[in-house]
């Protein structure tokens, strides 16, 4: 069992950034890939960034390649998400993911094992 706690949603203007974060617990951090998707209204969850369990591969989607960060802290079991210039089209719920093995990084959320509650991110335009 995994349990993930995200933080770090809000209120943002347009061209403005925010950090995400999730703690994990439960199974030893560092054996497993991490992601970001995030979720529209009536939509299913679609992929933003996802890391190794080393951190040595990243994986942005197009749709925030450039402005997005995704990066990990084993020693504290968290992963992070650094949202720079961002867009109105960014207003989602975000959830980070667990997914075993450590190695690959999937872009579909049904093939990820373990999610936190969510957290809102709202751009104003």
């Known amino acids: 069992q995994v349990q993930l706690v995200e933080s770090g949603g809000g209120l943002v203007q347009s061209g403005g950034s925010l950090g995400l974060s999730c703690e994990a617990s439960?199974?030893?951090?560092?054996?497993?890939?991490m992601a970001w998707f995030r979720q529209y209204p009536g939509k299913e969850r679609e992929f933003v960034a996802g890391?190794?369990?080393?951190?040595?591969?990243?994986l942005h989607a197009d749709s925030v390649k450039g402005r997005f960060t995704i990066s990990r802290d084993n020693a504290k079991n968290a992963v992070y998400l650094q949202m720079d210039s961002l867009k109105p089209e960014d207003t989602a719920i975000y959830y980070c993911?667990?997914?075993?093995?450590?190695?690959?990084?999937?872009?579909?959320?049904?093939?990820?094992?373990?999610w936190g509650q969510g957290t809102q991110v709202t751009v104003s335009s």
């Open positions: 993911a667990v997914d075993f093995p450590g190695h690959i990084i999937k872009t579909t959320a049904s093939e990820y094992d373990y």
């Open positions: 439960g199974r030893p951090f560092s054996a497993y890939t």
């Open positions: 890391l190794t369990w080393n951190g040595g591969r990243t």
